[in-house]
């Protein structure tokens, strides 16, 4: 790129403003010339633009691993929105991590003394938007030379140096709140929103902007509807929300084809009402749902379950009980194991597997009783599964074999209910385990004897979706609570 006269640099900068898509055409140039863009940023017109533009600020000075980043136009729309609130319900692969990574780093940069902060729903998604956001930010010179040196960069925080003194900081909000009660931000930007306790947002996030009158985003895929990103996402005219609807079939990937491909795999694998959450961002019909969505959320804490590797590596002294699916050759198997929490049950460990012969799995288990302390384990006895008890007992294995039929898998999983509504029970984030969970129906059957029509509840679950780490803890909270030693109802 040759040295430009005034006059073209005038020139050039106000179309920059002007024209986005000239903006985009030219930004690999400008990025890969850091001293020229360095120069023309200084540019009255263009430096006060930049200041308002965030989409403009975007493509000149962001950089992803393919190259400028070059926003969409419902992702344009988005960044140089100005309002103090914003809603956004959105499906996946959207961009929406990037596009948040993008309005932090605008505003940090633009609004000297300031802080933002992220919240994400866990540890590795708030380690993730952070590491988005530092890796735009060093991939860019200019950029990078306003970052303080040293301590200036953590593992969550980057701080700008003089005179910016800007501060961008991403975090988990913890299990009730209490690794970010007290901060203060500027900018508040919560990912994955919906998926956040409501408790935790009124009480401890939205105080966090009530002095500094500051802005607030809440970017999430729609998960449950009494929830304040929910509601405020449907009431946003009457709460003063600008609010945006991005869809899947919308998403950044490089054809219409392939995105159409992708999409029509997804809704083949997953079940309905997950396929409309997941790409279409809308809440499905819960009427039919067995266990609440927002129950089963009152019952996740952000915490890290027992590891194969661990149980190899320690003996825990503590006390569990566990829950065996053996599953099938088309279904997988799975076990996994509780243990007591003062006045709850918590998921400690989970081990699935597809295919694996019954003698591995049957000696994983024999091990993981000796190294976990098991106490008691429930076994699914249906079919296969009655030899599997019978060589678990041969063991010496603590098994109490369940005969699952139609009124017991009823029993089962209303237990389980009972639990998730009474918070009896504490899960990790384990995103296989919650869809499993989220699908199971209750559906009513209708029968006859010829004299009278009898109704009954029966559990289903979708056909395109496995239910073997759902079941196995329902086993494992149904004995739990001291059942007796067999149990074997008939439909």
């Not at 962001?62 to 929105?81: M, Y």
């Not at 990937?253 to 694998?269: D, G, V």
Request: aromatic letters at 8%.
């Amino acid at each position: 790129m040759d040295t430009i006269t005034q006059s073209e640099e005038t020139k050039l900068a106000r179309r920059l403003i002007k024209d986005l898509d000239y903006a985009k055409q030219v930004a690999t140039v400008l990025q890969n010339h850091h001293k020229q863009l360095k120069q023309l940023l200084k540019h009255p017109q263009l430096l006060e633009a930049l200041k308002h533009d965030s989409a403009l600020y975007t493509i000149l000075l962001l950089k992803l691993e393919t190259g400028p980043f070059s926003p969409l136009p419902f992702q344009v729309e988005f960044l140089r929105d100005q309002s103090k609130r914003i809603v956004v319900c959105s499906g996946r692969q959207i961009g929406k991590t990037t596009m948040a990574a993008a309005k932090a780093i605008h505003f940090a940069f633009t609004n000297p003394n300031t802080t933002t902060i992220i919240i994400s729903k866990a540890l590795r998604q708030s380690m993730w938007m952070f590491e988005k956001i530092r890796d735009m930010v060093y991939a860019n010179p200019i950029l990078k030379e306003h970052v303080k040196p040293r301590h200036g960069t953590t593992r969550t925080k980057i701080e700008l140096k003089q005179p910016i003194n800007s501060r961008i900081i991403a975090l988990p909000p913890g299990n009730e709140g209490e690794t970010i009660r007290g901060l203060t931000a500027n900018l508040l930007i919560i990912d994955e929103a919906n998926y956040i306790k409501p408790s935790i947002i009124t009480s401890v996030l939205m105080p966090m902007i009530t002095a500094t009158n500051g802005t607030l985003i809440m970017i999430s895929t729609p998960e449950y509807a009494e929830h304040p990103f929910m509601q405020a996402f449907m009431h946003s005219t009457e709460w003063g929300y600008t609010r945006y609807h991005f869809p899947s079939s919308i998403a950044p990937i490089p054809t219409p084809e392939a995105r159409e491909k992708f999409l029509q795999e997804q809704q083949q694998q997953i079940p309905e009402e997950e396929y409309q959450r997941e790409y279409l961002a809308i809440l499905p019909d819960e009427s039919n749902q067995l266990i609440a969505t927002k129950h089963i959320h009152n019952c996740i804490q952000d915490y890290a379950l027992i590891t194969e590797q661990d149980i190899e590596e320690h003996r825990f002294t503590q006390t569990h009980i566990a829950g065996f699916d053996p599953g099938g050759k088309q279904n997988p198997a799975a076990f996994v194991a509780l243990q007591q929490a003062s006045n709850a049950w918590r998921l400690a460990f989970i081990r699935e597997t597809l295919g694996e012969e019954y003698g591995t799995f049957t000696a994983f288990i024999k091990h993981a009783h000796d190294r976990l302390s098991i106490t008691r384990i429930a076994v699914d006895a249906t079919g296969l599964g009655k030899p599997i008890v019978e060589d678990l007992q041969n063991l010496g294995l603590p098994i109490q074999p369940i005969t699952i039929t139609k009124q017991t898998k009823h029993d089962l999983y209303t237990w389980m209910t009972i639990c998730f509504e009474q918070q009896k029970i504490i899960i990790p984030p384990h995103q296989k385990l919650t869809t499993q969970l989220k699908s199971i129906r209750r559906q009513y059957t209708k029968t006859t004897d010829g004299k009278q029509v009898k109704a009954y509840a029966e559990v289903v679950t979708p056909t395109r979706m496995n239910d073997d780490i759902a079941t196995a803890l329902a086993l494992a909270l149904y004995v739990a609570k001291n059942q007796p030693r067999t149990l074997m109802l008939k439909a």
